[in-house]
């Protein structure tokens, strides 16, 4: 479709998440040169642009006002004004809002301009060692225990990494809830307080990254991306069972006719129950 001739663009731009040296000089460039600036937080975004002796408009733009918003600046933008969409750090719409406004304005045919620069869990994925050749974003777990937990199941299997943002009153809680819901020799990787003084990249066990946070409190302060290591395929030995299937398998056949014990084994591990006979048999020397 084509974009509207005469209007203005959306620009949606990147900003620090900690370190001021992170806003790009095409960022700078496009603050200065809007008509107005979209912020999460208007005080917060101030003090960042008087530190770069930026003077433009702002307009609160936020969770609670965005689709309010998104019309009236869709409305500006048709009236040929450039707008310019932060949040308080990083990339917007990342776990920030923004995505009822980009929507709405590319509804309405109009040009959005992304200004990449920081992203949290970009610049944690990037050191953290963890696989990044395919990852999964989760952005904010559910602040509740029952729900976070109930989460946790649910990606307990995934196989790639996954990556969560966490606060620092729930870190710990969060560290317990893992223990439990993936046990306690997962790998993880806490990026902690990224491009700021106390940066901090720890990796290791629940249980070993439970042990530091508990001893050390400065530790368990500031910002943090978890990334969450992908579950291990169980390994498949020569007769095309896993550890655990032979291992069920095994214990049954002691116990029980050939039949029942591949067809009880099936019901356990999830392996056909064919493939258990054959390898039952094997394993009685038959
Ligand atoms: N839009 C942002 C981005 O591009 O990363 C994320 C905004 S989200 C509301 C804030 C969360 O991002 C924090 O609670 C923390 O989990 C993560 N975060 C932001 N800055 C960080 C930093 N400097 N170090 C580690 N995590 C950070």
Redesign the pocket.
């Known amino acids: 479709m084509s974009e509207n001739s005469g209007a203005g663009t959306l620009y949606i731009v990147?900003t620090p998440?900690?370190n001021l040296g992170d806003l790009s000089p095409r960022a700078k460039d496009v603050l200065m040169s809007v008509d107005v600036i979209a912020a999460e937080d208007t005080r917060h975004t101030s003090r960042l642009l008087s530190h770069f002796g930026i003077k433009r408009p702002l307009l609160a733009c936020h969770d609670y006002n965005e689709r309010g918003r998104s019309e009236q600046i869709v409305r500006r933008l048709q009236d040929g004004e450039s707008i310019a969409l932060v949040?308080?750090?990083?990339?917007?719409?990342?776990?920030?809002p923004g995505y009822h406004l980009v929507n709405a304005v590319r509804e309405a045919d109009l040009k959005v301009v992304p200004i990449p620069g920081?992203?949290?869990?970009?610049?944690?994925l990037s050191v953290s060692g963890m696989p990044s050749d395919r990852f999964f974003f989760e952005?904010?777990l559910p602040a509740k225990g029952a729900g976070r937990r109930k989460r946790m199941t649910e990606l307990a299997d995934f196989p790639h990494t996954w990556i969560?943002?966490?606060?620092p009153h729930r870190i710990v809680d969060m560290l317990d809830d893992m223990a439990q819901e993936l046990g306690g020799d997962r790998r993880l990787v806490l990026?902690?307080?990224?491009?700021?003084t106390f940066?901090t990249v720890l990796s290791g066990t629940v249980s070993e990254l439970q042990d530091i946070l508990a001893e050390d409190e400065n530790q368990r302060r500031?910002?943090?991306?978890?990334l969450v290591h992908g579950a291990e395929k169980p390994e498949i030995l020569d007769d095309g069972l896993s550890e655990e299937a032979r291992r069920t398998l095994g214990v049954l056949v002691r116990e029980l006719p050939m039949k029942q014990a591949s067809q009880i084994a099936s019901k356990l591990t999830g392996v056909k129950s064919k493939l258990l006979y054959k390898a039952g048999l094997a394993m009685k020397g038959d």
């Open positions: 990147a998440i900690g949040s308080d750090a990083g990339t917007p719409l990342i776990s920030d920081a992203c949290a869990m970009v610049a944690a952005g904010f969560v943002y966490e606060s990026a902690r307080e990224l491009t700021k940066e500031g910002e943090f991306v978890v």
